[in-house]
């Protein structure tokens, strides 16, 4: 099973700024098999990336993915306060044994 | 649009049964994979299973298996979980997702979720 490890656990910032947000791999993701979702309080996870890079539909290009292997991250650049949410990522490299980071709440202030 | 709606939480005792559903809309059901994760409260994001999309090959999770059956019905455009000899840890919102290919992979969209309680 690959573990996946996000830090930091919480992150505060102001609108304007950029957040980074990485996830890091237990082994080696294949074919760079990695999601990020959004999910605000009392709303069901939203995906933002998949493939470590690829924007998913209606998404803005605020978000961007990038890493392989074992390293990615997640970017959001000009914080807006409706980023305010839990970020998740997950690896589908071994499928169907899908497994998820622990997330990463973000906090815009 | 594509929506999936899950339904069939409930307050159930520890030790007993539940069947969840999941009725999908808006793409064709039967070419692609669905997934039932779930989410205990306060915490994480924790995959349960997956189905491919004719329903011939079954996947969970290690914590899930003999316990849980997860099935489909692709002439009711419907996704089911049948959870057994349930446990005060399996109390979680429980969301259905269609995958994010025919294959499954990544899970997109989600639903709102449905919530289980197990307690006496």
Not at chain 1, 19 to 35: D, G, P
Request: contains cysteine; glycine residues 12%; neutral net charge.
């Amino acid at each position: 099973e690959i573990v996946l490890t996000q830090s930091p656990g919480t992150l505060s910032l102001s609108p304007g700024e950029r957040a980074t947000l990485s996830c890091r791999a237990s082994q080696s993701v294949s074919f760079n098999y990695l999601a990020w979702y959004q999910q605000k309080p009392g709303q069901a996870p939203r995906l933002l990336i998949y493939d470590a890079s690829s924007r998913a539909t209606g998404i803005p290009d605020r978000f961007s993915g990038s890493g392989s292997g074992t390293d990615f991250a997640l970017t959001i650049s000009r914080l807006e306060p409706e980023d305010s949410a839990v970020y998740y990522c997950q690896q589908y490299g071994i499928s169907p044994m899908y497994s998820f980071g622990q997330g990463t709440k973000l906090e815009i202030k | 649009e594509v929506q999936v709606l899950e339904s069939g939480g409930d307050l159930v005792q520890p030790g007993g049964s539940l069947r969840l559903s999941c009725a999908a809309s808006g793409f064709t059901f039967s070419t692609y994979a669905m997934s039932w994760v779930r989410q205990a409260p306060g915490k994480g994001l924790e995959w349960v299973s997956s189905i491919s999309g004719s329903g011939g090959s079954t996947y969970y999770a290690d914590s899930m298996k003999g316990r849980f059956t997860v099935s489909r019905d692709n002439s009711r455009n419907t996704l089911y979980l049948h959870m057994n000899a349930l446990r005060a840890d399996d109390t979680a919102q429980y969301y259905c997702a269609k995958g994010g290919r025919a294959t499954g992979r990544f899970f997109d969209p989600w639903g709102q979720g449905t919530l289980v309680t197990v307690s006496s």
